[in-house]
Structures are given as structure tokens and as C-alpha cells.
């Protein structure tokens, strides 16, 4: 019994005739789809007196992004298999413009999944659905710069601000259709529409960088309730009225989705392949 599932798992190997492990890697687009809620505040409340055009409700969210993925695969039959994929996600910057303050939303992301993969193969070319689950992690900056425009006097000319979000991994799930057109023995290329939901919803913010006309400030006021911010669930109210400094503030949490609707396009190439060994016996003869 100690060694069944190893035995289970040859015999599998050896009775299954057509066998395929392949490598892939690709890009891709993706354009996100963001779910509606209402603005809340993403930066420590301390900036409402130290830095009162910093301090606001925001709604800033990513709106497409580009993707490179690499993937490994094994068809243990000719119309089903699975795959394991890992991809690099960086959403396109989103930058807002008013009279004083310039605001940068910015992010990188990981995301690794298993897929099961469902093929109907043809001589030219093989069409697919894949349906998989997906974890993702990563972090979030959203950077803030004010230019004094002398409509109102400040006793400094410029500032900069800003936070990263943390610890928001999370699982989602995604759904493929594509083709995978053979220009070779052991290479082809692949075109994928796919559908995905991907929520990154972060627990953690703290101040990273923050300069008065180019002078460093983070030494001042490091304390965590200055500094850093818990982000808690929907209901739960933000508190900042606090005694304690050793705790960091607790704001309203975000979600910032990078699931939606995406197109990739990449090369795929075998690795190692198993055939079914041709019966001579039912060749047919010539005449």
C-alpha cells in the first residue's frame, strides 16, 4: 500500500499511448473590469493637516494592463490534459491631472494557476478550452505631487507622497478559448480570448517616500499611526482618533481588480512526446 499511487501512476503512464509535455510563453492584453464602489480614503489621515491636498476620497482603479506568462502542459490523452502557468502582470499607469496635484496609480502583480484543459485536435490546427484557478499577489503605489501655483501661498514651492498597498493575495478563476495552429513537428503558434477574475484587495498601506521641496520627511513622524494603515472590511468604519501610535490607522478596504477580457498570443513547443506505436500489420499494401 505504501507505494500504490506510484505503481497507479506507471501503469497509467505505460497504458496511455499518446502522450505530450510542452513548454509555452506568451503576451498579452488585458482589459480590466473594475467593480463600481463608492470612494474612500487610501492615505493616513495625518496628511489631512500635514498635507490637507493629499488627503481625499479616492476612486482610482487600473484600466488595462499587459501580461507575460509562461506555461508548462502534459496531454496524457488526445482530448484532455492540464497545465500550470505563472504570469507577470503589469497594469498600464493611471495618472490624474488637477490645478495642484498630480496622482500616479501604479502596480505589479504575479499571478501563478492550474488549468484543465479540454482539446479537440485537427491536422492544422488545435482548438481548446481551458478552465483553471488562479493566485495572485502583488503590490500597489499610488504616488502624489503637488506644484504650488501661487494662487494660494504655501511656505514651499513642491511635495511628494507616497504609499504602497501590500498583502492582498487572493484566488480567482479564469476561462480560455483558443487555437493552437502547428507550424511544425515540435513548434506552433497560438492566438487565446480569455475571461478572468482576479481580485486584489490589499490589507496593508504604508508611507514609502514623502519630500518637501526635496527634502526627505519620513523622519519625521514614523510612528505607525502616521504612517501605515490597516485596511479593514466593507461595514467596518475608519478610526483614527487613537492613543495608541504603536497601531496604524484603519481605513476602508479596496478592491483592485485585474481580472476581465484578454487576448494572448505566443509560441508553443514540445518538450518531450510519447506516440502510438503504428501497427505494421494494418498498413495497407500497395497495389
Given amino acids: ?18 502522450q505530450v509535455f510542452y513548454g509555452s510563453t506568451s503576451v498579452g492584453y488585458q482589459q480590466i473590469i473594475q467593480t463600481t464602489q463608492p470612494p474612500s480614503h487610501i492615505v493616513n489621515t495625518y496628511h489631512q493637516i500635514t498635507h490637507p491636498w493629499f488627503w481625499r476620497a479616492e476612486d482610482v482603479a487600473f484600466k488595462n494592463a499587459m ?7 502534459h496531454l496524457p490523452g488526445k482530448n484532455w490534459g492540464y497545465e500550470l502557468s505563472a504570469s507577470y502582470t503589469r497594469p498600464f499607469d493611471q495618472t490624474m491631472v488637477d490645478e495642484l496635484v498630480t496622482r500616479t496609480l501604479s502596480g505589479k502583480f504575479l499571478t501563478v494557476g492550474a488549468n484543465l484543459i479540454l482539446t479537440i485536435p485537427k491536422e492544422k490546427v488545435d482548438f ?27 511656505s514651499f514651492e513642491s511635495s511628494e507622497l507616497t504609499y504602497e498597498y501590500t498583502n492582498g493575495s487572493s484566488f480567482g478563476y479564469n476561462m480560455t478559448l483558443g487555437g493552437n495552429f ?9 492566438a487565446e480570448l ?14 514609502i517616500h514623502e519630500t518637501i521641496d526635496g527634502q526627505d520627511q519620513l ?19 475608519y478610526a483614527y482618533n487613537s492613543d495608541d501610535k504603536q497601531s496604524p490607522q484603519k481605513l476602508y ?17 514540445i518538450i518531450w512526446e510519447k506516440r502510438k506505436p503504428v501497427d505494421v500489420n494494418q498498413i495497407p499494401e500497395e497495389k
Fill in 219 to 237: 523622519q519625521y513622524a514614523n510612528d505607525p499611526y502616521f504612517s501605515e494603515i490597516e485596511f479593514g472590511n466593507e461595514t467596518e468604519h
Fill in 128 to 154: 481548446y478550452t481551458k478552465l483553471g484557478v488562479n493566485y495572485i499577489l502583488g503590490n500597489i503605489r499610488y504616488h502624489q505631487s503637488f506644484k504650488n501655483n501661487e494662487v494660494i501661498p504655501y
Fill in 182 to 190: 502547428k507550424i511544425g513537428q515540435k513548434l506552433s503558434i497560438f
Fill in 194 to 207: 480569455n475571461g478572468s477574475f482576479l481580485p486584489f484587495s490589499p490589507e496593508k498601506g504604508r508611507r
Fill in 67 to 73: 501580461n507575460a506568462n509562461l506555461s508548462l502542459g
Fill in 1 to 18: 500500500m505504501r507505494y500504490s499511487a506510484l505503481m497507479l501512476f506507471i501503469l497509467f503512464w505505460n497504458l496511455t499511448w499518446a
Fill in 253 to 269: 478596504r479596496r478592491n483592485y481588480s485585474l481580472g476581465g477580457i484578454g487576448l494572448n498570443v505566443g509560441v508553443r513547443f
